[in-house]
T-cell receptor, first 113, second 112 residues
Framework: DSGVTQTPKHLITATGQRVTLRCSPRSGDLSVYWYQQSLDQGLQFLIQYYNGEERAKGNILERFSAQQFPDLHSELNLSSLELGDSALYFC????????????FGQGTRLTVV | QQQVKQSPQSLIVQKGGISIINCAYE??????FPWYQQFPGKGPALLIAIRPDVSEKKEGRFTISFNKSAKQFSLHIMDSQPGDSATYFCAASKTGFQKLVFGTGTRLLVSP
């Protein structure tokens, strides 16, 4: 158990809908990262938050957004969902702003039908 | 320049054998190279990592070899066991930047 908690584990939704994925980092970790894992794209970095503020942005679509709350949990919001958004979404956390020793949660499997 | 190329895509090794997975990177600014192990239905778990100031790092049966001039690094799993069957990802990042750039993964099957 990495100590990173993601909910829900599975999510099935229709095209055009909006969903929210939740991540609770390891105790004491200030950084949260979101990654998308799909069969054709592999593991892709989406976005990182550090102590409530956006720190880095990767290949995140404009339809996607994230935030980190004062209690350090993070949410990834996906809207206007398309079939191609079906993937595993992982959250990872680390102690400092650096991404060394990032610990991953078990992921949320999103299926868009 | 941000890519990390990983090979092979899949690998079958007999129990007790050596598993070798290779990665190559392009960005010479990368200075942190971790390997992650992922079992089905689980998130990637950090296995071992190396920085370019050393050419080799060993932890138990797992060894990273690093060749800075060739911009390559590899994972060796000695005495491979069926429990090692998983997908392995190499990754790279540079200090001060936040994202890990992952290889495409290697599916390892260790036959009994």
């Amino acid at each position: 158990d990495s100590g990173v908690t993601q909910t829900p584990k599975h999510l099935i939704t229709a095209t055009g809908q909006r969903v929210t994925l939740r991540c609770s980092p390891r105790s004491g970790d200030l950084s949260v990262y979101w990654y998308q894992q799909s069969l054709d794209q592999g593991l892709q970095f989406l976005i990182q938050y550090y102590n409530g503020e956006e720190r880095a942005k990767g290949n995140i679509l404009e339809r996607f957004s994230a935030q980190q709350f004062p209690d350090l949990h993070s949410e990834l919001n996906l809207s206007s969902l398309e079939l191609g958004d079906s993937a595993l979404y992982f959250c990872a956390s680390s102690r400092q702003g650096s991404n060394t020793e990032a610990f991953f949660g078990q992921g949320t499997r999103l299926t868009v039908v | 320049q941000q890519q990390v190329k990983q090979s092979p895509q899949s690998l079958i090794v007999q129990k007790g054998g050596i598993s070798i997975i290779n990665c190559a990177y392009e960005n010479t600014a990368f200075d942190y190279f971790p390997w992650y192990q992922q079992f089905p239905g689980k998130g990637p778990a950090l296995l071992i990592a190396i920085r370019p100031d050393v050419s080799e790092k060993k932890e138990g049966r797992f060894t990273i070899s690093f060749n800075k001039s060739a911009k390559q690094f590899s994972l060796h799993i000695m005495d491979s066991q069926p429990g090692d069957s998983a997908t392995y990802f190499c990754a790279a990042s540079k200090t001060g930047f936040q994202k890990l750039v992952f290889g495409t993964g290697t599916r390892l099957l260790v036959s009994p």
